[in-house]
Every structure is written in structure tokens, then in C-alpha cells.
């Protein structure tokens, strides 16, 4: 099973192809208190606001399948729920960065208006900067996120935050001709990737020492399911080790591996998780960064001689430092450079 993880799927996605999920936090600006789904005694819920932005722009609602509103859009985006009520934009395979950068930059801005109208931002940042943990409920109560809560409870105080308090941008791209070579390549760009995306320092009004606070919630929430599980002589058997090693939340086997959250997720396709969800501007920058040193080899062979193996504890520093590391902040200059 975890051998066709990085094996593309009969309806492969075409070379060059490349998609994200941005996710973003509804805040009210009169208080900065969380925006529940729902309408409530305090106004408006996001669910109404996407609703009346889909009414205006024909975009399909349907129920998804923990039974929350879900909405698609024109293009094949669709719009739905992360457990704490973030926003989660799922976007279409595009065939290119920028196409995918107007796609969401159009969904984000629909949204904001609707959203700017009742008086609530939308906010394109790592982790709450607002509100603690006590404050923002789970909003999603199907048995997937019962299950994660009562897991995550009996650890630490991490997951839950992670769950209903954080918001990243992800990227996907296929496994391509070599799903081996581009693996390792991924997880070694892992750490500079969060390094360079690192937008979250502030949690609950409080300064935390992290450049990354999403980053440090992820990577404390359970040792046996984060960080970069590499091993250059058996990648995939490091990968299958590492999901029968990790602590079960759902019995059945295919949903066990939905519950792994690597910094890079095979999926038939690989989920690039490492960055903190960010402006549409940054997006950009991220989405072409990534895809050109995916898509060009001359780059990708500069980029394999400049990091070298992947290296987990680059990860802590990332997190803590960002781009204020000399050596992340070295090497990715040097990577910007070859662009």
C-alpha cells in the first residue's frame, strides 16, 4: 500500500502540473475573536459569507463529507473546512504557477469582499495571532476529528492548536519520471522552503521566539508522525517504517495514512506541507520557486549539489529562525539566484 504512494495513479496528473490549498483564518475585527461557522449572537458566520458570495458568482454547495458546506467553484477550486472553521481553499492540477496564482488570487479576493462587508478578515498567516486555544472551539465534529482530539489530548497541548489554530499553503506536484530522485530533492528543500514562507510569530497576542509558530505546533504535536522520514538507501521502505511506527488514531489502514503529516506527503502525488500560509503576492513567489526547480533539471541538479541529503534537524531551525539563520538564508539566496 504505501508503495503506490509513489506510484502516479492510472488518471496521472500531466507533467508540469502543479497545485495548493491555502488555508485562512475568519477573524471579527471588532474584537479579533474567531469566526465561527455558524451565524451566532455576535453576527454573520463564514459559512453565510461564502454562501452569499456563491450566489453571486454560481458556485456549487454541496455537503462534504464530515456533513460542513463545501462549495465549488467556476474553475474546479473548492472551498471548505479545516476543524477550528479555517477556510481551506482547494484549487484544481494547473499547468502552470501563474495560472494557479490567478485562480486563487480570485477566490481570495471574492471571499474577502463578502467577508470585509460583515466586518471580518481573513487572515493569510501560519497561526492565530489573536486568540488561545480555549477560545476557538472545534468547529467539525466528525468522528476523523473526535478521534484526532482525543489522540492529540493525551499528548500535549499541540495538536488541538495545530488542528483548530493554524493555516498553511500547500503545494502539490506529480512524482514526475523519477519519483525517487524528486522525494529526496523535496525533502531536502523542506527546511528552506518553512524558512523562507516563516510569517507566524505572534500566538494568543503574545511574541513566542518563533519565526515559525505553526512550524514549532507541527513538529511538537507527535514525534511519530511529523519531520522528513528519509532514508537515502530504502526511501520507501523509511516511508512504511515510519507509518507502521506511528501512534494510530483510525484502525483502517488507508485511513491510518491520512493521519501522517510529514513535512512532504506521497500521494500518488507529492504534498509539499512545510509553508506557512501566506499573502497572494508571497504565494506567487513560492509557487514559481517551486515549480521551476521541479520542472527545469539543469535546477534541480543545482539545487541536489547545493543541500545535499535531506536534513531533519535543519527543521527546528527553520522554525525558530526562519530566513535569520545564516546557513538557510545562505543557500536559498543561492537558490534564488539560479531562477
Not at 481573513?122 to 486568540?131: E, K, R, S
Not at 511529523?226 to 488514531?249: K, M, N, Q, S
Not at 501522517?260 to 501566506?278: K, Q, W
Not at 526562519?322 to 539560479?338: I, K, M, T, V
Request: avoid cysteine; charge should be negative; glycine fraction near 8%.
Amino acid at each position: 500500500m504505501v508503495a503506490d504512494l509513489f506510484r502516479a495513479p492510472a488518471a496521472a496528473r500531466p507533467d508540469g502540473s502543479i497545485g495548493a490549498e491555502l488555508e485562512l483564518i475568519p477573524v471579527r475585527n471588532s474584537s479579533e475573536r474567531r469566526v465561527a461557522i455558524a451565524s451566532g449572537r455576535e453576527g454573520s458566520g463564514t459559512a453565510e459569507i461564502i454562501r452569499s458570495t456563491a450566489t453571486v458568482r454560481g458556485w456549487h454547495e454541496a455537503l462534504d463529507a464530515y456533513g460542513a458546506s463545501s462549495w465549488t467553484t467556476a474553475d474546479g477550486s473548492r472551498i471548505s473546512y479545516e476543524p477550528g472553521g479555517q477556510i481551506e481553499i482547494s484549487s484544481p492540477v494547473f499547468r502552470s504557477p501563474e495560472t494557479l496564482e490567478h485562480s486563487l488570487g480570485v477566490t481570495v479576493a471574492d471571499l474577502r469582499e463578502s467577508a470585509g462587508a460583515q466586518g471580518i478578515s481573513l487572515l493569510a498567516t501560519g497561526v492565530d495571532p489573536y486568540n488561545a486555544i480555549d477560545d476557538v472551539s472545534l468547529e467539525l465534529h466528525a468522528p476523523r476529528y473526535e478521534a484526532m482530539t482525543r489522540y492529540f489530548d493525551s499528548i500535549g497541548p499541540s495538536g488541538v492548536r495545530m488542528m483548530r489554530q493554524t493555516a498553511s499553503l500547500q503545494v502539490s506536484v506529480e512524482v514526475g519520471a523519477n519519483p525517487i530522485e524528486r522525494w529526496a530533492l523535496l525533502n531536502a528543500l523542506a527546511p528552506y522552503l518553512l524558512a523562507a514562507s516563516a510569517n507566524s510569530p505572534i500566538y494568543a497576542g503574545r511574541a513566542t521566539g518563533y519565526a515559525s509558530y505553526r512550524a514549532h505546533l507541527w513538529q511538537s504535536l507527535d514525534h511519530s508522525r511529523t519531520g522528513i522520514p528519509f532514508d537515502a538507501r530504502d526511501p520507501v521502505g523509511a516511508y512504511a517504517t515510519f507509518a507502521d511506527r506511528a501512534g494510530r488514531i483510525l484502525s483502517d489502514d488507508a485511513a491510518h495514512l491520512t493521519t501522517l503529516f510529514p513535512e512532504i506527503r506521497p500521494r500518488g502525488y507529492f504534498e509539499i506541507r512545510s509553508m506557512d500560509a501566506m499573502e497572494l503576492d508571497r504565494v506567487g513567489d513560492m509557487l514559481r520557486f517551486i515549480y521551476e526547480i521541479m520542472h527545469r533539471p539543469d535546477l534541480a541538479h543545482e539545487a541536489r549539489k547545493l543541500l545535499g541529503n535531506p536534513d531533519p534537524d535543519l527543521l527546528k531551525r527553520a522554525a525558530l529562525l526562519g530566513r535569520s539563520d545564516p546557513l538557510l538564508d545562505r543557500r536559498l539566496s543561492a537558490l534564488e539566484r539560479l531562477l
